[in-house]
C-alpha cells in the first residue's frame, strides 16, 4: 500500500512556525514572505483536513492535531538533516570547527591537539576561544566544550566533566610571602574570574567569608585571571580540568587542601544532524578518552568540601 504523504513544503512551514510559534519568525528563518509561510500552513490544514493552530488572546498556538504532529515532523526532518550531513561529510576529513571557552582551549585543549592531529592529519581544525552561550547555536561551529547548566534546547548534549574549585598561586608567590593558612590569604590579591562569588563560595567553606572584603583584582574571564596567578600577581580559583596541566609541570601549586564543588559542569555540545558524522564523532570521541586519561593520572586536586550549592556562573 502506498504511503501519501503531505508536500514537504508545507511540513517544513508548519515546523519552523510551531517552533517559534510566530509566522514572521519562521518567514525570517525560511528567508520567506509572511504571506507564503501562511499560504503553505493553510494548504497543510487543507490537505489534513483539521486545524494545526489557533490564536490564544493574540498569540499563536498549536492546537491539539498540531501538537501530536509537530513532534513527528521535527524527527523526520532532523533525520533528514543527518542523513545528508553524513553524505556531505563522510570521512574524516575537511575542516572542524571547534568552540571552547578561552581557559579550557588554552591550558587543557591546545596541549593535547598534536595527538588529534597526528591521528587524523587530514582534519583541518578551526578553533574558536570563547564563551559566548551563542556560538553554541552558531551555524559556523561543528563542536562546542562549554561550562553551564547543561540546558540548551534543540542542542545534542553530552557531560563531559564535573569540576571543583580551589586556590592556585606561583610558587614565587608562595616563596616570597607566606600562605600557610586561609588567614594568610589577607596578605595576598585574589584574582577573580567572574564577579566575585567563586571566591565567596571557596572562603565560606574555608570559614573565612570576611577574606572576600581584601585587596582584589577582577579579570573578565578565568584564563586572564589563572595567567595573572602564573604570573604571580596573587592567588586565582582553579578547577580540577583547567589547571591540570599547569600544576603538573610547576607553574601554578595547590597552597590549601580544600576544594569545591562547581555549580555547573563542562558539557559536549552539537547539532543533532552532525553529531554521527565521522569527524565530529572522532573529535568527540577524542575529547573523551584525552579526560579518561586525566582521571586514571593520581589526584592531583585538593580534598573536595561540600558547601550548600549556590546559584554560581564560572566564566571559564
Known amino acids: 500500500m502506498s504511503k501519501r504523504l503531505p508536500p514537504l513544503n508545507p ?59 509537530l513532534p513527528v515532523v521535527t524527527g523526520a526532518f532532523d533525520s533528514i538533516a543527518e542523513a545528508v550531513a553524513l ?30 592531529a597526528e591521528r587524523y592529519p587530514a582534519v583541518r581544525l578551526k578553533l574558536i576561544a570563547s564563551g559566548d552561550p551563542r556560538e553554541i547555536y552558531s551555524d559556523r561551529v561543528d563542536v ?42 589577607a596578605g595576598h590579591v585574589l584574582l577573580h574570574g567572574d564577579d566575585g562569588r567563586e571566591w ?17 583584582h577582577f579579570m573578565s574571564n578565568a584564563h586572564l585571571a589563572l595567567e595573572a596567578a602564573v604570573n604571580g600577581l596573587g592567588v586565582a580559583l582553579g578547577d580540577t580540568v583547567t589547571v591540570s596541566r599547569l600544576l603538573a609541570d610547576g607553574r601554578l601549586i595547590v597552597p590549601f587542601d580544600l576544594a569545591v564543588p562547581a555549580p555547573d559542569a563542562f558539557f559536549i555540545v552539537t547539532r543533532s544532524e552532525l553529531r554521527n558524522t565521522p569527524m565530529v564523532r572522532a573529535f568527540i570521541d577524542w575529547l573523551f578518552a584525552e579526560r579518561a586519561r586525566d582521571e586514571a593520572r593520581p589526584e592531583r586536586a585538593p580534598r573536595r568540601a561540600r558547601p550548600r550549592r549556590g546559584q554560581l556562573q564560572r566564566a571559564s
Request: charged share 20%; glycine share 6%; proline share 7%.
Open 11 to 69: 511540513l517544513r512551514a508548519f515546523e519552523v512556525t510551531a517552533r517559534h510559534l510566530s509566522v514572521s519568525r519562521a518567514a525570517a528563518e525560511l528567508h520567506v514572505t509572511h504571506g507564503a509561510v501562511s499560504h503553505q500552513i493553510r494548504a497543510l490544514e487543507a490537505t489534513l483536513k483539521v486545524p494545526l493552530f489557533e490564536r490564544r488572546g493574540g498569540r499563536l498556538a498549536l492546537t491539539p492535531h498540531g501538537a501530536a504532529l
Open 87 to 116: 553524505l556531505t561529510r563522510p570521512t574524516t576529513e575537511g575542516e572542524l570547527v571547534v568552540s571552547c571557552v578561552q581557559a579550557v582551549a588554552s591550558f587543557w585543549l591546545v596541549p593535547r591537539l598534536t595527538t588529534f
Open 144 to 185: 562546542s566544550l562549554v561550562y553551564g547548566d547543561g540546558h540548551w534546547p534543540d542542542r545534542v548534549v553530552e557531560p563531559w566533566a564535573d569540576i571543583a574549585l580551589f586556590p592556585v598561586c606561583s610558587p614565587t608567590l608562595v616563596n616570597s610571602r607566606p600562605l600557610r593558612e586561609v588567614a594568610d590569604l
Open 200 to 216: 565567596n563560595r571557596w572562603l565560606a567553606a574555608a570559614k573565612a567569608p570576611t577574606l572576600a572584603y581584601g585587596r582584589r
